[in-house]
């Protein structure tokens, strides 16, 4: 099912009827995307768009033609209304970091790739909250300590965008509640954008200025779900009637897909 959305020129990112196909050594033909369409309009406040979908839905395949990494079968990317490619950086479900490097070294090496600098390396630190650590090295600390380091070596491209595939989703319970708190104050405060990929209800109501929900593959979009930004308060409380009816119109909407099976919806 198509969600029908009209859209605009003046658009931070715009997908036209994006497919991907592959090709096994077989011969055969595997659908992967289909006919995605959606837009991420301008804004002079940052937003937050998450991809809820089932695994093995192609929805890290959807982030990967986003960064460019991948091309597309079928269909076009524009950024700000153009088809001129742009730096979009990719933190993957496991958040690489260079072992040998230190935190501060990490977060160097992203900003010698930078040609408009934001910031600078004490300034991202901080944004990401690793102050007092920029001499530690991260190959023996946790998914969440990594995921910062990821997360300031994309923020050091000064991009207009970053995408998040489900790299939140193996983390630990306190330290996902402190990543949720960081992306909403780096999209908030500092006005960045982000698309989140992931299987979690919890994680794309707290988080989500949008919620695109997708199919299982190939990986069609079912239904764009705004949400008001009045009602994020409500919405981080999981006992509140607004989480509630929010939660069970998703719950609605992939069980008339049959796609519920591999969606999480713990809290």
Known sequence: MFSGVELSQNSLLKLESINKTYSSETGMNFNVLEDISFEIPSSET????????????????LLKIISGLTEPTGGKVYFDGSEKKKIVPLIPEKPASFPWFSVKQNIEFGLKLSKNKKYDLIQLIELVG?????????????????????????????PSLILIDD?????????????????????SHQKQNFILATTNLLEAI???????????????????????????TQLNDHKSEK?????????????????????????
């Open 46 to 61: 940052g937003t937050i768009t998450t991809i809820l979908a089932p695994f093995g839905s192609g929805k890290s395949t």
């Open 130 to 158: 690793l102050s007092g650590y920029k001499d530690h090295f991260p190959h023996n600390k946790s998914l969440g300590f990594r995921f910062r380091i990821s997360l300031a070596r994309a923020l050091a491209l000064n």
């Open 167 to 187: 790299s939140v989703k193996l983390i630990n319970k306190e330290s996902k509640e402190e990543i949720y708190n960081l992306l909403n104050e780096l999209s």
């Open 206 to 232: 707290r988080l989500s200025d949008k919620i695109i929900l997708m199919s299982k593959k190939p990986g069609r979009i079912i239904k764009e779900i705004g949400i008001d930004k009045r009602d994020k």
């Open 243 to 267: 989480f509630t009816m929010l939660k069970n119109e998703i719950k609605k909407t992939f069980e008339a897909v049959e796609s519920l099976t591999t969606i999480n919806y713990s809290l």
